[in-house]
């Protein structure tokens, strides 16, 4: 079946830095990728859209500027918090779906990011 | 918009008990229904699915009917395991006009227990 690898799965920080998370679908073409942050105890929040070779569509109150997502292959999109500030840390989670794929088959996710700022 | 609400955890039960996750949605047209699944520190499974009405999705014992008229997607399961325990989520699936393309939008979790 469809395969998203993400990396890296923990990741600790200095404020100020900047961090990169990535998303590789494996065996299929990643035409769309969706970016989630997901808080303890809450649900996945939509942070961005990214279709392949285009900017990404950011949802209301994420800001494009500190979160930087490039999708500019169709097995590749990396998601890169800049200048990062403990509360940034969070779980970040990809999911992919391909323009081949019928969306009522559901979508495939990665295994998830932890981020920690200190 | 579209909306999920399931109901709020946590739920513990025992080894062999009866398990319902109620879900209810809010979404214009004719979405597709789903129920992930996510284990402790890891990202989300899909564990079942239905995209029309009446449809039941069902995999590893885990059953969830669409049901139009009440617009609700309940899980269920007969007997549950100490290995059912994780977080489940309700999410439909519907087009998305910002990006061209679908979108998911959950519910807030419901975190299952099972003890022995």
């Known amino acids: 079946g469809a395969v998203v690898s993400q990396h890296p799965s923990r990741v600790i920080c200095k404020s100020g830095t900047s961090v990169k998370i990535e998303c590789r679908s494996l065996d299929f073409q990643a035409t769309t990728m969706f970016w989630y942050r997901q808080f303890p105890k809450k649900s996945l929040m939509l942070m961005a859209t990214s279709n392949e070779g285009s900017k990404a569509t950011y949802e209301q109150g994420v800001e494009k500027d500190k979160f930087l997502i490039n999708h500019a292959s169709l097995t590749l999109s990396t998601l890169t918090v800049t200048s990062a500030h403990p509360e940034d840390s969070s779980f970040y989670i990809c999911s992919a779906r391909s323009r081949g794929i019928d969306p009522n088959y559901g979508y495939t996710f990665g295994s998830g990011t932890r981020l920690t700022v200190v | ?116």
């Open chain 2, 1 to 116: 918009g579209n909306s999920v609400t399931q109901m709020e955890g946590p739920v513990t039960l025992s080894e062999e008990a009866f398990l319902t996750i109620n879900c209810t949605y809010t979404a214009t047209g004719y979405p597709s229904l789903f129920w992930y699944v996510q284990y402790p520190g890891e990202g989300l499974q899909l564990l079942l699915k239905a995209t029309k009405a009446d449809d039941k999705g069902s995999n590893k014992g885990f059953e969830a009917t669409y049901r139009k008229e009440t617009t609700s997607f309940h899980l269920e399961k007969g007997s549950v395991q100490v290995s059912d325990s994780a977080v489940y989520f309700c999410a439909l699936s519907a087009p998305y006009s910002g990006a061209g393309s679908y979108q998911l939008t959950f519910g807030k979790g419901t975190k299952l227990s099972v003890i022995p």
